[in-house]
């Protein structure tokens, strides 16, 4: 891991009142920059060539007499791979430009996670060292982590022969790499059942399913808790809460019984994909369980690893019956679903700031705070 005594002294040759906001141009990249937009920083897009005309086009920032009236991205660079961005010229590209980087899930997953924490010598918004806990595959993994401080998650299940209820079992997508192969099942003979088929429809494959995690399902709603924890005056902020669209399993919950029975072996077993958000609101009484679950993540990682969690962060829970949550995924940097309030904000973090506030705009609001007090070495790894 790069040490944060480096990346200070990169930052020590920063011109701070020339910082420009950088991410690479996908999953949640619109909110920061339109975020940083409205705090008056440039920002950077690093685009995959065939993806670049979101970026580099429709919503290019355009100025009148120095003043901006339209869009939020001032440069796009664009390459064969996002992977680019990691080598050494890129890196100077960067640091010359002042850049501020925020690591969102495209830049781990498309770029190698052991370069971003050993070689990527660029200032990030964020905790470098917390970005492996997203992966599922590791030992110190997010799971460790809730398991480790009591922070209550889905009942794991052993093994496929001990399914004896509605369980979901979490794999990647064979194709998609990015994507989930989920599937559920209430018994042994249905996970081999339904295995199968995805097997032979490619959607999964046999390494996969054997490393897979089997959880018990909750049913319930969905909640995805957008926090920002602020190392400048160390508190918890709750942002916004989002949820998701998946393919095609929204398009079999619109579908009446009947239909559902009726549907061809090959239609039959709904996909995860994610393919956009929308925006919740949590009723009043269950929030401080909400800022509970936020409060007790921040201070596991603070415990374990080093500087703990920068910024902001996502919870992913379902809600029970009983109204207890169950934390089944964890974004230790922003979140996917964030853009749902970019530009307008969104009604807590609005109401907390008295002003439009997304997740983008809150970082570029931390970074020029830091700035002003001389602190900016405390938000980066």
């Keep these: 891991m790069i040490e944060r005594e480096k990346i200070g002294e990169l930052l020590s040759q920063y011109d701070l009142d020339n910082l420009t906001i950088g991410a690479v141009a996908s999953h949640s990249a619109l909110d920061t920059f339109d975020g940083a937009a409205e705090e008056g920083f440039p ?77 990527f010598a660029v200032p990030m918004f964020g905790s470098r060292n917390l970005l492996r806990t997203e992966e599922r595959s590791e030992e110190r993994d997010y799971y460790w982590l809730l398991e480790k401080e009591g922070l209550p998650f889905p009942e794991k299940i052993s093994s496929p022969e001990d399914i004896d209820e509605l369980c979901i079992v979490k794999l990647h997508h064979a194709v998609k790499k990015l994507e989930r192969g989920f599937f559920t099942c209430s018994s042994y003979r249905e996970y081999r059942e339904k295995a199968e088929v995805l097997l032979r429809q490619g959607v999964i494959t046999e390494g996969d399913l054997a490393r897979a995690r089997i959880e018990r399902y909750i049913i319930g709603p969905v909640f995805n808790f957008d926090f920002f924890y602020s190392p400048l005056n160390r508190e918890l902020e709750l942002l916004g809460i989002d949820w998701r669209f998946e393919t095609s399993l929204d398009g079999h919950v619109r579908l009446p019984a009947q239909q559902q029975l009726s549907l061809s072996p090959r239609q039959q077993i709904p996909e995860y994909t994610v393919c956009g958000h929308n925006s919740a609101t949590l009723r009043e009484s269950q929030l401080e369980k909400a800022f509970a679950l936020g409060e007790r993540y921040v201070q596991a990682t603070q415990k374990h690893y ?76």
Excluded at 86 to 111: D, G, K, M
């Design 306 to 381: 080093d500087y703990g969690v920068i910024g902001p962060f996502c919870l992913q829970t379902c809600l029970d019956k009983d109204l207890r949550f169950y934390i089944y995924d964890v974004a230790p940097r922003i979140g996917g679903g964030t853009n749902v309030h970019m530009s307008v904000g969104h009604p807590y973090g609005n109401t907390l700031w008295r002003k439009r506030v997304s997740t983008g705009r809150r970082i570029a609001m931390e970074v020029r705070m830091a700035v002003e007090e001389g602190r900016l070495d405390e938000l980066v790894s």
């Design 43 to 119: 920002t950077l897009a690093v685009c995959k060539k065939g993806r670049e005309r979101t970026y580099a086009h429709y919503f290019r920032s355009r100025r009148k007499n120095g003043v901006l009236y339209q869009g939020c991205v001032d440069q796009a660079w664009v390459f064969d791979s996002f992977r680019e961005i990691l080598a050494e010229e890129q890196q100077e590209r960067l640091r010359r430009q002042n850049v501020l980087f925020i690591p969102n899930r495209s830049f781990t997953s498309y770029c190698d996670l052991g370069e971003i924490e050993e070689r």
